[in-house]
């Protein structure tokens, strides 16, 4: 009996101190970026950052919600027939399941795509994109990943307890027809669509920043905030790749089975794969932590010095002064006499 405790109580705290990360991680990306929104408001950046508050908010809500649940059910060694009798609390695991995984793939495919936008057609962003329409676009992606997580409860098909007994999702084994097959592929293809969404302008966004770096030195200090931004958004898309793709692509093969082939898809690896899934909440916020415009023109500098380089061969938006730096960040989408007649940015000579 004590060691039964023993590991009961080894169940529960690891959930808690996952929790606990999620929590802190996700809270200081909020102070981060809040305070960066406050700085560029009305300025092309703004549209961005709200999308990323959004994002690592989500996280946030989520960690709360889908981490209370998970310590409940271990500090009950999973006895769901004396917790959830009616299936209430599973219905709800299962929904905050689909919802807290949908949202961050969407956002991330949309900031992408915003990115890309901003790059390639920066005059249709800076009169389009305003902050009413990035609001809109964030209620609507809530609001899709709200009505597909509610349609097994509306098709009266409740969410299921995964063999693993610590997570509820949709049915994965004795699936009866085609409808529940439907879920399963419709989450796993939404999932994969929004990642392929988020290579493919990414993708873009950097061949277009190469060939503008090639042809024109005239509006680099413009494009610093550019290469910030591109540099968070590889980073949420391989972290996104790393920790979805297994998950999306084993919920796509039972969808497409009928079953889960136990011979090649254990309980622990099912297991698993949820986990490296919720990893994503953990990671992303540390992208915005660690990512940013100081960190990584001291990183560029560190790394300058290891390789033997001058410090003056560096690329001027590394040279320039934040102060500078970020008033530069509409020059991209206004005249370039405007801008430098309101911002008096001083020029960096040539050595």
């Known amino acids: 009996n004590g060691t039964c405790c023993t590991?009961?109580?080894?169940?529960?705290?690891?959930?808690?101190?996952?929790?606990?990360?999620?929590?802190?991680?996700?809270?200081?990306?909020?102070?981060i970026l809040m305070k960066a929104y406050k700085r560029f408001k009305m300025k092309s950046k703004a549209s961005f950052l709200f999308f990323a508050t959004g994002l690592v908010s989500t996280d946030l809500f989520g960690h709360i919600i889908n981490g209370t649940i998970a310590v409940f059910v271990y500090a009950v060694n999973k006895d769901w027939t004396w917790i959830d009798k009616n299936n209430i609390l599973c219905s709800i695991f299962?929904?905050?399941?689909?919802?807290?995984?949908?949202?961050?793939?969407?956002?991330?495919?949309?900031?992408?795509?915003?990115?890309?936008?901003?790059?390639?057609?920066?005059?249709?962003?800076?009169q389009?994109?305003?902050?009413?329409?990035?609001?809109?676009?964030?209620?609507?992606?809530?609001?899709?990943a709200i009505v597909i997580a509610l349609l097994p409860i509306l098709s009266f098909r409740p969410y299921e307890i995964q063999a693993s007994k610590t997570w509820c999702f949709f049915r994965t084994k004795n699936i009866k027809d085609w409808v529940d097959r439907l879920?399963?592929?419709?989450?796993?293809c939404l999932g994969l669509t929004a990642l392929c969404i988020s290579l493919i302008c990414n993708v873009i966004t950097g061949i277009m920043l190469i060939q503008s770096k090639r042809k024109s030195q005239r509006h680099r200090q413009g494009r610093s905030h550019h290469y910030e931004m591109i540099i968070q958004l590889v980073a949420i898309m391989c972290v996104s790749w790393i920790c979805w793709t297994p998950?999306?692509?084993?919920?796509?093969?039972?969808?497409?089975?009928?079953y889960i082939p136990q011979d090649k898809i254990p309980h622990d690896v099912q297991l698993l794969v949820v986990r490296m899934a919720t990893w994503n909440q953990i990671l992303d916020p540390w992208v915005y932590i660690l990512l940013r415009k100081a960190i990584l023109k001291k990183l560029f500098q560190i790394t300058g010095c290891c390789c033997g380089m001058q410090v003056n061969n560096l690329h001027p938006w590394e040279l320039i002064s934040?102060?500078?730096?970020?008033?530069?960040?509409?020059?991209?989408?206004?005249?370039?006499?405007?801008?430098?007649?309101?911002?008096?940015?001083?020029?960096?000579?040539?050595?």
């Open 247 to 258: 998950f999306l692509i084993t919920m796509a093969r039972v969808g497409l089975n009928g």
């Open 94 to 126: 299962g929904i905050c399941m689909i919802f807290f995984g949908l949202c961050p793939l969407f956002l991330g495919s949309v900031m992408a795509v915003e990115r890309c936008i901003g790059v390639c057609r920066p005059i249709f962003h800076y």
């Open 128 to 144: 389009k994109m305003t902050l009413r329409h990035v609001k809109v676009i964030l209620i609507i992606l809530w609001l899709s």
């Open 322 to 351: 934040i102060k500078y730096s970020l008033k530069a960040a509409t020059i991209a989408e206004t005249p370039v006499s405007v801008v430098e007649k309101k911002l008096n940015v001083p020029t960096i000579p040539n050595k």
């Open 183 to 188: 879920f399963l592929l419709l989450f796993s």
């Open 7 to 31: 590991e009961q109580w080894i169940s529960v705290i690891f959930p808690i101190i996952f929790m606990t990360i999620g929590i802190l991680s996700n809270s200081l990306a909020v102070a």
